[in-house]
């Protein structure tokens, strides 16, 4: 391992990161999902879906808010989070993503994006937290569990012609 716990800092994004959230964004759902899901089918949905103009709008959205690691001195975003209101449930906080590039995991950085979110739903008034995970993704669903979410059911997930099952967890959070 050759980035110590001190050459990072946690964020809110900004204005001007959408290029870099893009490029982040794209590289770990590469990074992720290869294992499962075919090459067409991500390089499709990750140009399409986790573009700049997608980040450029999220970050003009002040009912959503995005967080990033970034390495210290250079600058450069090797993680984030992005957590917005559920489109389902008005009083639950969807965390959206929360992804890091694999050279920089197990250093602190998901439990600090995570400590993020969770501020700012408890912030935001919302009961619980909610997320969509692969279900074969067990580092991630290990994650989760050692936060306090539990599977409250499946659903499906497209890219391109291709459906995967994701598991829906749920987390209560404190009434403040
Ligand atoms: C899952 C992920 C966000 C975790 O982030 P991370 O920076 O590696 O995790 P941290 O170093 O902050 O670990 C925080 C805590 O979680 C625990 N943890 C980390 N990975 C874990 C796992 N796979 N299973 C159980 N616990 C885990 C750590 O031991 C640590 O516990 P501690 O505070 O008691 O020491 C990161 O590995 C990742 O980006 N994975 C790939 C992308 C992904 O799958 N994202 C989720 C898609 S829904």
């Known amino acids: ?21 893009s490029l982040v964004a794209q590289a770990t759902i590469l990074e992720t999902y290869a294992r499962w899901v075919r090459g067409a089918n991500l390089y499709r949905y990750v140009t399409e879906e986790l573009g700049e103009e997608l980040f450029r709008t ?20 090797v993680g984030y989070a992005h ?8 009083l639950a906080m969807e965390l959206k993503r929360l992804y890091i590039l694999h050279n920089f995991r197990s250093l602190g950085i998901g439990k ?11 912030a935001n008034a919302s009961q619980s937290m909610v ?3 692969h279900y074969r993704n067990e580092a991630a669903i290990g994650f989760y ?15 391109g012609d291709e459906t995967s099952r994701v598991l829906v967890m749920r987390r209560d959070l404190p009434v403040l």
Do not use: N
Request: proline share 3%.
């Open 1 to 21: 391992m050759w980035c110590s716990v001190s050459d990072y800092i946690v964020r809110e994004c900004v204005a001007g990161d959408e290029v870099a959230l």
């Open 58 to 77: 999220c970050l003009e959205d002040r009912a959503m808010r995005l967080w990033a690691a970034e390495v210290v001195p250079t600058g450069c975003i």
């Open 83 to 90: 957590a917005l209101r559920d489109t389902t449930d008005p």
């Open 112 to 122: 600090r994006l995570m400590d993020e979110s969770v501020s700012f739903a408890c």
């Open 131 to 133: 997320l969509r995970v």
């Open 145 to 159: 569990l050692g936060y306090g979410f539990q599977t409250i059911g499946e659903e499906t997930f497209a890219a």
